[in-house]
């Protein structure tokens, strides 16, 4: 069974940092696609960022680009996202998602979704 687990969201005043992680038991974690992607109240699930099976291809939506960074280890078959500079409006529910595919560009390129982690930010 395949399961992605979130962590490492919380309440950060603005200009703070957190540390997501997501822990993937997919068995071809090392050849999936990554991708981080958020949801505010009332707001549509959009892409935050993404990354090929080697880390070799990075991509970042336009409100998020300085500010965060992906990464990958598959040797332990998890995603981070460091986020940076943080602002009010980041506030959201974060969800890591695999593509087996390897394209990651839009919500229907991923085949399994983690449970989310709450994001918080004070201003």
């Known amino acids: 069974q395949v399961q992605l687990v979130e962590s490492g969201g919380g309440l950060v005043q603005a200009g703070g940092s957190l540390r997501l992680s997501c822990a993937a038991s997919?068995?071809?974690?090392?050849?999936?696609?990554m991708g981080w992607f958020r949801q505010a109240p009332g707001q549509e699930r959009e892409l935050v960022a993404a990354?090929?099976?080697?880390?070799?291809?990075?991509d970042y939506a336009d409100f998020v680009k300085g500010r965060f960074t992906i990464s990958r280890d598959n040797a332990k078959k998890t995603v981070y996202l460091q986020m940076n500079s943080l602002k009010p409006e980041d506030a959201a529910v974060y969800y890591c998602?695999?593509?087996?595919?390897?394209?990651?560009?839009?919500?229907?390129?991923?085949?399994?979704w983690g449970r989310g982690t709450q994001v918080t930010v004070s201003s």
């Open positions: 998602a695999a593509s087996l595919g390897g394209t990651y560009y839009r919500r229907t390129d991923y085949d399994y």
């Open positions: 997919v068995r071809t974690f090392s050849s999936a696609a």
């Open positions: 990354i090929s099976w080697s880390g070799a291809n990075i």
